[in-house]
């Protein structure tokens, strides 16, 4: 049974550039959650989505977007990359229907920004 | 938001248990406690999770006090491979699929 998969792992950038993250959910879950880990920091929540829409957003401006296809996997895209876009960038799934069920990540695609 | 505390670092032999506490006073009635950790700058790993009775599975036991205002995460015999970033959360938002709340976490060093 995969788990969460995320792919690159490692990707650099350079600033002004957009980048596209790919993340494919654990076996039954339904809902994917975005992200970004500043080195030294705990996670910060991007956003979420189910049923391909955005669920909740946390405090990240419009240069970050997203995307769920009809097989549950999505994509988290940056536009315009600042150098303060590096770090480590988290999916989590679970699923919508038991609430209570704790998220499981991957580990991570690793993105610097030169 | 409601958020978490915890201190930033603990040691602990290896072989004794590790108690790693968590303040979490806002939390709300129908809100779990999450507790992750991080080895290495791999994803989160999930280790258990509590709403109002004390849980243990084969990783961890959380015991969480009467006013669910913090919890304590207890590995029995602490090895070396413990050794990483704890993290309790809460999720914030109308379903307990809502975004995760992480602080920074305590850093747990098992030593020989």
């Known amino acids: 049974d995969a788990g969460v998969t995320q792919s690159p792992t490692h990707l650099i950038k350079t600033r002004g550039q957009q980048v596209t993250l790919r993340c494919s959910p654990k076996?039954?879950?339904?809902?994917v959650s975005w992200y970004q880990q500043a080195l030294g920091q705990g996670p910060q929540f991007i956003f979420q989505?189910?049923?391909?829409?955005?669920?909740q957003r946390g405090n990240f401006p419009d240069r970050f977007s997203g995307h769920q296809f009809p097989n549950y996997s999505s994509e988290l895209n940056v536009n315009a990359l600042l150098l303060g876009d590096s770090a480590l960038y988290l999916c989590?799934?679970?699923?919508?229907?038991?609430?209570?069920?704790?998220?499981?990540f991957g580990d991570g695609t690793r993105l610097s920004i030169l | 938001d409601a958020k978490t505390t915890q201190p930033p670092s603990m040691d602990c032999a290896e072989g004794r248990a590790a108690n790693l506490p968590c303040n979490h006073s806002?939390?709300?009635?129908?809100?779990?406690v999450y507790w992750y950790r991080q080895i290495h700058s791999q994803g989160p790993q999930y280790i258990i999770h509590?709403?109002?009775n004390n849980e243990t599975n084969e990783m961890a036991s959380l015991i969480i006090t009467e006013d669910r205002k913090s919890s304590t995460l207890i590995l029995p015999h602490a090895t070396l491979r413990d050794t990483a970033v704890y993290y309790c959360?809460?999720?914030?938002?109308?379903?307990?699929?809502?975004?995760?709340?992480f602080g920074q976490g305590t850093t747990l060093q098992v030593k020989p």
């Open positions: 989590a799934s679970s699923p919508w229907i038991r609430r209570d069920q704790p998220q499981h």
């Open positions: 806002t939390i709300s009635g129908n809100e779990y």
């Open positions: 989505y189910y049923e391909e829409e955005e669920r």
């Open positions: 509590g709403l109002k």
């Open positions: 959360t809460v999720p914030y938002g109308s379903s307990n699929t809502g975004k995760l709340i």
């Open positions: 076996s039954g879950h339904d809902t």
